[in-house]
């Protein structure tokens, strides 16, 4: 049994390890409910950084809030070759920047769409990301918030059948979370007063990163943002300080870093241009209006990046009772690629 586990644990650290999508994030692309294969070999596998944890555990003691892990010993992060670099549009796993008080590899996992690589240039302009000044192709189902008007109530049926699981009633009609293709068809019913995509222009309704009232961006209205790549190089000043001063702080893993509005001091010298120690990426969810991702929170460092999602092996609808399990399971999800 002793043997079993090691093998399992070693196996699921250096090649292939299963997930749960536990959020709509990336609906339609990856539904609540679906079990992933993610590969640790394709980017490189990540050396253990908290090498004191129970084996096939994360976080916590299985059904516990026990950590599972001690942070008495930290190992610095390497990784091993992979055969291919992250690119635009891959489905990755990462563990959650912002949770800064967990060793990296026990951060919670998240999984979105790179939509932007390290030396890239991330813009969104109504709704349409480009990278470098270009339209980013679109990968996968996207979907984006539209208000629907109909003339007579609807219900749970109506949009069952055009598989819209995200819809919420309100004062004006419905908010539904969809597709372009799905709410064109949904324009042409004779009861359907109008359906309208919604776009958030405001900054005031929902702040995105960095958070500041120079940078005045929207979810829908985002950028442009360099992504750092390792190894570039910014001049030092208030503007590059709102933008990657966190960045500096909390991910490059430097001793004594203080930043100041016009300042950055690493362990007492005043730094007036800086080289980022590692890449970063540019996360967004399918979900472009459902998504707590990069536009909100900022980059995703080299060192937090798990693996590149593969396959779904298994996909069971959660809702539902365990009686009717069959008729739950997704069964034209099992074993499809992931897009």
């Known amino acids: 049994m002793v043997f079993a586990v090691i093998v399992a644990a070693l ?16 609906e339609k692309s990856l539904l609540v409910g679906d079990f992933l294969f993610v590969s640790k070999f394709h980017y490189g596998t990540r050396s253990p950084i908290t090498p004191l944890q129970i084996p096939l555990s994360h976080q916590t003691i299985w059904g516990t809030e026990t950590p599972s ?31 800064l008080d967990r060793p990296i590899d026990q951060k919670t996992h998240y999984i979105k769409r790179c939509i932007g690589i390290a030396g890239d240039t991330i813009e969104i302009r109504n709704h349409l990301a480009l990278i470098n000044g ?19 109530q609807l219900n749970d049926r109506f949009f069952k059948k055009r598989d819209i699981t995200d819809f919420y009633p ?21 009861f359907v007063k109008m359906i309208n995509k919604i776009t958030y222009d405001d900054p ?20 442009p943002l360099y992504v750092p790549k390792k190894g570039a190089q910014i001049p030092i000043n208030e503007n590059t300080l709102i933008l990657y001063g966190d960045v500096i702080k909390n991910f490059e893993h430097n001793k004594n870093v203080v930043v100041k509005k016009y300042q950055l001091f690493i362990d007492g010298k005043e730094i007036t241009n800086y080289s980022f120690r590692q890449n970063y990426y540019f996360m967004m969810g399918d979900n ?15 060192d937090h990046i798990v693996g590149k999602a593969v396959l779904v092996w298994f996909s069971l609808d ?3 009772s365990f009686l009717d399990i069959l008729n739950r399971i997704r069964w034209n999800r099992i074993l499809t690629w992931i897009e």
């Open 170 to 190: 309100t004062q004006k009609g419905y908010l539904v979370h969809t597709s372009v293709k799905i709410a064109d068809e949904i324009s042409t019913i004779d």
């Open 69 to 99: 892990y001690l942070s008495w010993i930290q190992l610095p992060f390497f990784r091993l070759p992979g055969f291919t670099n992250i690119k635009n549009n891959d489905a990755v796993v990462f563990n959650y920047p912002p949770e």
């Open 134 to 152: 270009q339209p980013l192709e679109i990968a996968g189902k996207q979907q984006s918030s539209y208000l629907l008007q109909p003339s007579t």
């Open 11 to 26: 196996f699921r650290w250096a090649f292939i390890e299963p997930y749960k999508i536990p959020t709509p994030s990336m």
């Open 288 to 302: 472009r209006h459902n998504s707590e991702d990069s536009r909100f929170w900022g980059f995703v460092p080299e």
């Open 318 to 320: 959660m809702e539902g």
């Open 204 to 223: 005031a309704f929902n702040p995105t990163y960095p958070k500041h009232s120079k940078y005045p961006w929207t979810t829908d209205f985002f950028g």
